[in-house]
């Protein structure tokens, strides 16, 4: 049972902390790593992440703070990467990571973006990089905002991977009374997908922000929405149903929320 393995959360930001929250809804303990000292020591002392999400309160006791990340790494068995995609390459390489470090690891990514250094998606960088078998990664995809994990309302992921037992077991360990979740076998084109919604929201914010209104978003959406399903039908055929949360839902959530910081950004 995954429930039994040492379980780390990778980064320190809004994702990162709201994740660590759901996870000791059903462990024991975590692993924590984030960049800064400082940060650690607050956590520690304070029970709250004094940057992000303050409102979460934690039980220090079931924390395993620390800034060493190649240590983490190397203690733990299933790991949630939440790293921004422009650093994690940087990060990696600042800590000494290789292939060896992630053998056998499971890694469940929870970053949205390219890793610039390769133009590469997070799972195909992961496994050029390191040799990490698709099977034994998964991406947890929205919709879902940390600030409303953080109030504790009711809210869905969903986890994509290869491998339906490890999607059930991962799912396993962050549902609880305000989360569900749903799984598919769509690793790449989840992760585009959710690449390509924050592309769109920033246009809806950039929409809004000059004085488009609900007609015109509704056109932009209903279009983004086609246009993710031609590209990622094209770069990862597959057959997939882009109406789902993990496509739709994650895009709608982005593109019109307020805690959705492309769409504040665009506007």
């Known amino acids: 049972m995954l429930s039994e393995s040492k379980i780390a959360v990778i980064g320190g930001g809004s994702w990162a902390t709201a ?8 462990v024991d303990s975590v692993n924590w790593w984030v960049r800064r000292e400082e940060t650690a020591k607050h956590i520690c002392k304070f029970g709250h992440n004094p940057n992000y999400i303050s409102s979460i309160e934690f ?9 060493n990340l190649k240590e983490v790494i190397q203690n733990s068995d299933l790991l949630f990467l939440v790293i921004p995609s422009a650093f994690l390459h940087a990060e990696f390489v600042n800590a000494g990571i290789t292939a060896e470090d992630l053998k056998d690891k499971i890694i469940v990514s929870a970053i949205k973006g390219i ?13 050029e990089q390191f040799g990490v078998e698709y099977n034994n990664m998964a991406i947890v995809a929205g919709p879902c905002h940390a600030e409303e994990v953080a109030h504790e309302r009711l ?38 997908s959710a690449i390509m919604k924050n592309i769109y929201a920033i246009a809806a914010g950039i929409c809004f922000g000059i004085g488009y209104g609900d007609n015109f978003m509704a056109v932009l959406i209903s279009n983004a929405i086609r246009e993710t399903e031609q590209f990622v039908d094209h770069v990862y055929p597959k057959h997939r149903d882009v109406k789902t949360s993990a496509y739709l839902g994650d895009l709608l959530v982005t593109a019109y929320s307020q805690y959705s910081r492309n769409r504040t950004f665009g506007n």
Do not use: M, Q
Request: aromatic share 8%; hydrophobic share 40%.
């Open 115 to 127: 890793i610039p250094e390769f133009t590469l998606i997070p799972a195909t960088y992961l496994n």
């Open 19 to 26: 994740l660590a929250k759901i996870l000791l809804n059903n």
């Open 59 to 67: 039980d220090t006791s079931k924390l395993n703070l620390s800034v």
């Open 155 to 192: 809210s869905y992921l969903t986890i994509a991977t290869p491998t339906r037992g490890r999607a059930h077991a991962i799912g396993d360990l962050l549902r609880c009374r305000y989360i569900n979740v749903n799984r598919n076998d769509d690793l790449v084109g989840t992760e585009y």
